[in-house]
C-alpha cells in the first residue's frame, strides 16, 4: 500500500456529520504554543490535544498524525511576514525576505530545523514564495526551475544561520569555557578572536552584508 503524502490542505475536511469544532488555525497555534514551551520534541498528539482541552482521539478527526500538525505550525509562521511591494532593486527585495524569515525564526527556536529538513509549503508560504517570484519576474535570464530553487536556498540558508545565532545563544557552558581558555595564555588566537568580537560592531550589519553576499551569487549562477 501506499503512502498518502497528500498535503493537509488538499484534503477534505473530516465527516462527521456536523460542523467542525476545530480549526487548522486553532490547531496550529496549539502546537506552536506546546513547541515554543517544551521545544520540538514536546509536539505531540497527547500534548496539542491537551492544550486544545481535548483527548488525542479527537484530534485525530482533523489531522492523521503529528507530521500534520508540523506542517500546520511551520505554515502558521509563513503568516507573520509583513512584506512590502517590491521596489525593482531584486537583491533589496530578496534581503528584506531573508530578513523577515530571520526575524520569525529566531521568534520561534523550533523552526529552523522543521524549515531544514522538512521544507512545507501551505497556503501561507506560497504567498511568500508568490512574492519571491513576483520580485524575481523580471529575471528572464533565470530559468524558471532557478526561482524555485533560489526560494528553497534561501529558506534554508536563514534556517541554517538562525539555528547557529540560538545555538550560542543558548549554550553558555561553551561561552565560559571559551573565556577560560582564552584568557590562561594557552590560546592565543582565541583570545585574540574573542577580543575582536568584544568590539563594538554591527551583528545585524554583518548578517544583512553575508545574505546579500549569497543573495548576489545566487542570482549570477548560470547554468
Known amino acids: 500500500m501506499k503512502h498518502d503524502v497528500t498535503p493537509i490542505w488538499l484534503r477534505g475536511r473530516p465527516a462527521t456529520g456536523r460542523r467542525p469544532e476545530r480549526s487548522r488555525d486553532e490547531i496550529a497555534r496549539a502546537g506552536i504554543d506546546v513547541a515554543q514551551a517544551g521545544g520540538l520534541e514536546a509536539v505531540s498528539m497527547r500534548n496539542v490535544a491537551a492544550e486544545l482541552g481535548t483527548g488525542p482521539a479527537s484530534l485525530y478527526r482533523y489531522v492523521r498524525g503529528r507530521d500534520d500538525l508540523l506542517d500546520l505550525m511551520v505554515d502558521a509562521t509563513a503568516g507573520q511576514y509583513r512584506l ?3 521596489t525593482g532593486v531584486t537583491v533589496s527585495d530578496l534581503l528584506h525576505v531573508a530578513e523577515e524569515t530571520y526575524a520569525i525564526m529566531l521568534r520561534h527556536p523550533w523552526l529552523p530545523e522543521l524549515v531544514i529538513v522538512r521544507p512545507t509549503l501551505g497556503p501561507n508560504s506560497a504567498a511568500v514564495l508568490e512574492h519571491v517570484l513576483e520580485i524575481l ?3 528572464t535570464d533565470m530559468p524558471a526551475a532557478r526561482k524555485f530553487e533560489l526560494f528553497g536556498t534561501l529558506n534554508a540558508v536563514v534556517a ?7 545555538a550560542e545563544a543558548g549554550n553558555s557552558a561553551f561561552a565560559s569555557y571559551l573565556e577560560h581558555v582564552a584568557g590562561d595564555g594557552s590560546h592565543p588566537r582565541i583570545a585574540a578572536t574573542l577580543a575582536a568580537m568584544s568590539q563594538p560592531h554591527d551583528v545585524d550589519a554583518q548578517r544583512r552584508a553575508v545574505f546579500e553576499g549569497i543573495l548576489t551569487g545566487l542570482l549570477q549562477m548560470k547554468d
Open 137 to 139: 519576474a523580471d529575471r
Open 84 to 86: 512590502r511591494e517590491p
Open 160 to 166: 541554517t544561520f538562525a539555528r547557529n545565532a540560538l
